[in-house]
């Protein structure tokens, strides 16, 4: 990890320090405050991995990648700017590299781990169900006399026992059951309902019992716009126009 943290880091191998394991339920792992989340996937078990980077960290990171003394603005912003994304990316590429020898190591084949989405809601992610029990890894990576930016690294433990061989469950059996065809009857022809939710704002109940017609109300649209069939995400895109008509293009498929 500090030999490809370098480049992110001025080049200068930092501090790495990874606490003991711990385990919680997905419904606990989101912490206060604004937080760069990843998936990934794990290749050929078809596990999913998840990632958090702090806020902070990412700015600081950013902040130093265009010429800065490597510190985050104060206050901190309430979303992430369009150039996090790119210093995102790059650690989403250095744990993926990193966790593929690792548990390739341990369970004698190296799987595949490729990043999947990112998103600073975890919610819209939708990666596990909430009561989900993940295995937790907290990484701390320190530089000189700066405080120490955290990565977390969590996975079910479900997937652990599969990528370590190690059981932490009795066995469940899995039928060999082939995937459905989306292109094939009876699946072809089923409607489903696409919701792109454009606005998910509060007002206080005395600004809502005021309201008039003819009022306007300013209310912020996201860069990135959920797609949602059902209960599920099934992507992400940003808000145009079409023939006068106000149009979705998709940028990125769950």
């Keep these: 990890m500090r030999g490809a943290l370098a480049r992110l880091c001025g080049c ?22 604004l937080c760069a ?7 050929p078990s078809g ?10 960290a990412v700015l600081r990171l950013v902040d130093r990648a265009f010429g800065g003394p490597g510190e985050a603005p104060r206050p901190c912003p309430r979303e992430l700017p369009m150039s996090a994304d790119l210093i995102v990316q790059r650690i989403e590429m250095i744990l993926a590299a990193q966790l593929g020898q690792t548990l390739g190591s341990a369970s ?19 990666v596990y169900a909430p009561a989900t029990r993940l295995a937790v890894l907290d990484i701390a990576v320190s530089e000189g006399t700066r405080a120490p930016w955290p990565i977390r690294i969590a996975l079910p433990l479900t997937a652990l026992a599969v990528l370590t061989g190690i059981a932490t ?15 094939g009857e009876p699946f072809a022809a089923m409607p489903l309902t696409i919701t792109a939710l454009l606005i998910d704002t509060r007002l206080p109940l005395h600004v809502v019992s005021q309201l008039e017609p003819g009022q306007v109300l300013n209310l912020p649209i996201a860069r990135q716009v959920p797609l949602v069939a059902g209960k599920h995400g099934i992507g992400h895109g940003t808000i145009g126009a079409v023939d006068d008509r106000v149009a979705i293009q998709i940028t990125r498929l769950a």
């Design 37 to 43: 989340y990843s998936t990934y996937s794990v290749a």
């Design 108 to 126: 004698g084949g190296r799987p595949i781990i490729q990043p999947l989405r990112r998103d600073c809601d975890l919610a819209q992610l939708q």
């Design 12 to 33: 200068e191998a930092p501090d790495v320090t990874i606490d003991p394991p711990y385990e919680v339920v997905f419904a606990d792992f989101a912490r206060d405050g």
């Design 169 to 183: 469950e009795p066995a469940t059996p899995v039928r060999d059951v082939a995937p459905a065809d989306p292109g």
């Design 47 to 56: 596990a999913r991995l998840l990632g958090a980077i702090d806020a902070e």
